[in-house]
């Protein structure tokens, strides 16, 4: 099964629920339960809902909750997706120090600003109450090394975790080399820390860890390991299941991307994020002579400096022949590189090519018009590029686009006569076309 480069959807604060005028009706808390059970919603906001009526009853009276709330909240529980039981917690609302039995029906737990100190992660982590619990997203925290340490040091916790998002927070070194030391974490499978104080020991503490051979998805989006974190975290030979690889930002030069390209423990990787870092045509270049990348699907190379020469390279990259994506947002000097890796004979199964903002222009769009290779495109992305009328008609009339599912043209110059031609039923291109707003022709 293909790992996916999830990313975790957002729920309602508690101190919203708190203040809605649900909140402010005169029944009691029980009977807001059975209201709420009974309308039948069975979404992440029902089920946040759901759990600050649990947690405030608890409060009220545990013994009654024990015995007559938790068993109907358990047997309801069943009705909502795993994904769907989600609570986030805030400021404000119910807190977690105290590990309340209605932990036992959460899988996903969002801390967001507030401190997560040692007290309330050992609750947590000696609670019979949090075996279930999936998935812990720790979001403009506070002691958030000092949560991490506490959360995985206690013997037998969590048993059940499989992801352990960090972002926006105060997590430096010692949270990943924490996160490295425990062999309580076989099934985690989902590590991402985003935008970060994380630098190259902390990435290289993760990268010597034995005890990460299970992990498919690993980011490191705005952190900032540099070349030698990236070079670890490459060249490790226990993180055997990698599947999913994110670097995006991360203050690679490249130096970095060379340690990408010469590494022979990338062979499972089939999504690859470089985006944001500084690595240019060499980079690019050095990926374009890579051997060990033969599993790469998805390939994302957003502003990173990549100009013809690079995109020249990447279009003769035979062995990346699996390779569907590739995202190229923000190069303005790709110019006739990107012709080049539409009309690739190396990337035969390119199907989807994104280039928006890349300065493409009215003599690019003609000239990728033109090209066979066009025909295998499904899904081509030109958003916000300085192609004009004229560049317009080529792609509207190309007998290349028949089949095309979807191009975006979105503020281009095309102004009203490229319109006229983008919308002409007679246009091979009219069926794919994704109507939005033009700028006015030059």
Known sequence: ???????????????????????????????????????GGRDTVAFQRLMVLADRSWREDPARFEDEVMP???????????????????????????????????????FSDVPVDEVMMLAIASSPHSAKLRWFMLERTRKCDEGLATLVGVEGSLPALEMIYVMDGDCRDAGAEALARP??????????????????????????????????????????????????????????????LDLRGVGMTARGALAVAES??????????????????????ALARA?????LERLGLVNVGLGAAGGRALASASHLDRVNMIALRHN????????????????????ELRMEYCALDDEVAEAISRSP?????????????????????????????????????CQNPIGEIGERHLNDPNAPLNKAINRCRYRPAK
Do not use: C
């Open 373 to 409: 290779g066009l025909a295998r495109i499904e899904r081509l992305h030109l958003y916000g590029n300085v192609i004009g009328p004229g560049g317009a008609e080529s792609l509207a009339y190309s007998p290349h686009t028949r089949d095309m599912e979807r191009i975006t043209l």
């Open 291 to 295: 051997t060990g990348l033969g599993a």
């Open 332 to 351: 303005p000097e790709l110019g006739e590189g990107a012709v080049a890796l539409v009309s690739s004979t190396g990337l035969i199964g390119l199907r």
């Open 183 to 244: 062999s309580r974490l076989e099934r985690l499978r989902q590590l991402y820390f985003q935008r970060v104080a994380l630098g190259p020991k902390g990435a290289s503490a993760l990268a010597a860890s034995p005890h990460l051979s299970s992990v498919e998805s690993l980011g490191f989006n705005g952190a900032t390991i540099g070349d030698d974190g990236a070079a670890a975290i490459v060249a490790s030979p226990n993180l055997k299941g990698l599947r999913v």
């Open 1 to 39: 099964m293909r790992a996916r480069h999830i990313y975790p959807a957002l729920t309602l604060t508690l101190t919203l629920l708190a203040s809605s005028p649900a909140f402010a009706q005169e029944p009691s808390t029980g009977d807001e339960i059975d209201a709420l059970l009974e309308r």
């Open 72 to 110: 109907r909240l358990r047997e309801e529980s069943l009705a909502w997706y795993e994904t769907a039981r989600m609570v986030k917690i805030g400021p404000e609302g119910p807190s977690l120090a105290e590990a309340p039995p209605w932990l036992e029906l959460v899988r996903h737990v969002t």
């Open 264 to 285: 022979e423990r990338l062979g499972g990787v089939v999504q690859l994020l470089l985006g944001e870092n500084a690595i240019g045509d060499e980079g690019v270049e």
